[in-house]
């Protein structure tokens, strides 16, 4: 079946300490998307690939960052992780065109020690 | 700017009856919308999504949906609940944005379903 897969499922880092998270897509989507989601809250866009061009939102910290290597895979880099970046990251993919559903993966829940 | 609200926090309903989420959106032009599911722990699972055409949209799981533009509404309604219905059920607004699709969220509708 086509998906949308993020691993880690859940990952556990220190204060500071770098983490990457990975999204990958078998959908052959153009546009890629990173949410975060806190607890009882809706998500929040981060920013969004459309092929190789990084739209990021106006809000979206300076220690997110994100790489897109090629069509398949996003990555999500948190440069130096507080204790207010522990959430669940969601990865979602869709075709071009406002009117075109995203599909979500699994999400990765990140707790930050 | 695009907006979504969702009145109410929390729902409980008992299995077997019907089921009415409310969704209320604030949108400049004629929006995209869409119902997403949740359940714990996971991703969004798409129900149904609404861009033109006939204004009572169906979904899968039996949901459906009724578009009302006087009202500025795009409830969710299931006629009879099963206990896998308890989940989380956000309301979204898309908007075109860099050629993706912008979803601004509401801010979600947990349902509790009772025996």
């Known amino acids: 079946d086509a998906m949308v897969i993020q691993n880690p499922r859940y990952q556990v880092t220190q204060f500071g300490k770098p983490v990457t998270l990975s999204c990958s897509q078998t959908?052959?989507?153009?546009?890629m998307y990173w949410y975060q989601q806190k607890s009882s809250q809706a998500p929040k866009l981060l920013f969004h690939?459309?092929?190789?061009?990084?739209?990021n939102e106006a809000d979206t910290p300076d220690n997110f960052q994100s790489r897109r290597p090629n069509t398949s895979f996003c990555f999500l880099d948190i440069r130096s992780p507080g204790l207010g970046d522990a959430a669940m990251y969601l990865c979602?993919?869709?075709?071009?065109?406002?009117?075109?559903?995203?599909?979500f993966g699994p999400g990765t829940r990140l707790t930050v020690l | 700017a695009q907006s979504v609200t969702q009145p109410d926090i929390h729902i409980t309903v008992s299995e077997g009856a019907s089921l009415e989420l409310r969704c209320n959106y604030s949108?400049?032009?004629?929006?995209?919308l869409f119902w997403y599911v949740q359940s714990p722990g996971q991703g969004l699972q798409l129900l149904l999504k609404?861009?033109?055409?006939?204004?009572l949209v169906q979904g899968i799981k039996g949901f459906e949906a009724e578009f009302k533009r006087s009202q500025s509404s795009f409830n969710l309604r299931k006629p009879s609940v099963h206990w896998s219905d308890a989940a989380e059920y956000f309301c979204?607004?898309?908007?075109?944005?860099?050629?993706?699709?912008?979803?601004?969220f509401g801010g979600g509708t947990r349902v509790l379903v009772k025996p």
């Open positions: 609404y861009f033109s055409g006939d204004t």
């Open positions: 979204a607004v898309g908007a075109q944005k860099a050629a993706g699709n912008k979803l601004t």
């Open positions: 979602a993919t869709s075709r071009t065109g406002g009117y075109n559903e995203q599909f």
């Open positions: 690939y459309y092929d190789k061009d990084f739209n």
């Open positions: 959908l052959n989507h153009n546009v």
């Open positions: 949108y400049g032009a004629t929006p995209y």
